[in-house]
């Protein structure tokens, strides 16, 4: 099994999921978009994962990359049916390269936050089974505010109507939280202005170490919530094989 991950920033790695594969002895390439590295051909690779990153879906002029990756994104889910996984930018581009749409939120979503299950995510391959509301990470100021047509919604926030969904038919979920986080990965958010602004802007300036406690405190449970979002990406991926 070969997983390809989709990067747009050094510090929005696969987190958790690194240790997962490596427990489990699957390899795993990346693409660091960010610094330059083409796109693969989606063939060689039995799923995707697209990771979250600063810059926003329609920031294409500035991030040339950014069209390439939704059109890279359309034929592996479309043409050669990969499972896929978003997490937070990556799930807004899988959302837009299916027809969806994003926009700014009116206030950024950061923090331990809750989301809550809908019935059809109470279902799902990738999320039944998980506590409802569930307790989960949120950094991030867009949305996205319009499914693909051939969509479901998973998962809702009081701030993001749609917080999980799956494009139907296929093994492709968007999840706009941060299932991947370490603990190291808040000191490593903290460093990139765009993110540190906008937790200025959310709770002000002396935000993280609170933001770090909660996650601390709240880790075991959500490293054994990941695990079960791996393990049955996992089966589905050995499903499509």
């Not at 889910?77 to 926009?103: D, K, N, S």
């Not at 995510?121 to 319009?146: F, K, M, N």
């Not at 406690?213 to 499903?239: C, G, K, N, T």
């Amino acid at each position: 099994m070969r997983i390809l991950v989709l990067q747009h920033h050094d510090a929005e790695h696969p987190g958790i999921f690194r240790d997962f594969l490596a427990e489990d002895g699957i390899d795993w390439e990346v693409a660091l978009l960010h610094q330059g590295d083409p796109l693969p051909d989606p063939v060689d690779y039995d799923a995707v994962w697209a990771m979250g990153g600063p810059m926003d879906v329609w920031e294409q002029t500035r991030f040339p990359w950014l069209a390439p990756e939704k059109r890279f994104i359309h034929a592996a889910v479309y043409e050669h049916r990969l499972p896929f996984l978003g997490c937070c930018l990556g799930h807004q581009l899988l959302a837009e390269a299916a027809g969806g749409e994003c926009r700014p939120l009116a206030a950024p979503e950061i923090g331990m936050l809750e989301v809550e299950l809908t019935e059809d995510g109470t279902r799902d391959p990738l999320l039944a089974g998980l506590a409802s509301p569930l307790r989960v990470l949120q950094w991030h100021g867009t949305e996205v505010t319009r499914i693909p047509p051939n969509a479901t919604v998973l998962a809702h926030s009081a701030a993001s109507p749609v917080q999980a969904f799956r494009i139907a038919g296929h093994a492709a979920w968007g999840l706009q939280f941060h299932a991947e986080v370490t603990a190291d990965m808040i000191d490593e958010w903290g460093e990139i202005a765009e993110y540190a602004a906008a937790l200025r802007r959310a709770h002000g300036s002396e935000a993280l170490p609170a933001l770090r406690a909660d996650l601390v405190r709240e880790l075991p449970v959500l490293q054994r919530e990941a695990r079960s979002i791996y393990d049955r990406f996992m089966e589905a991926v050995a499903d499509t094989s």
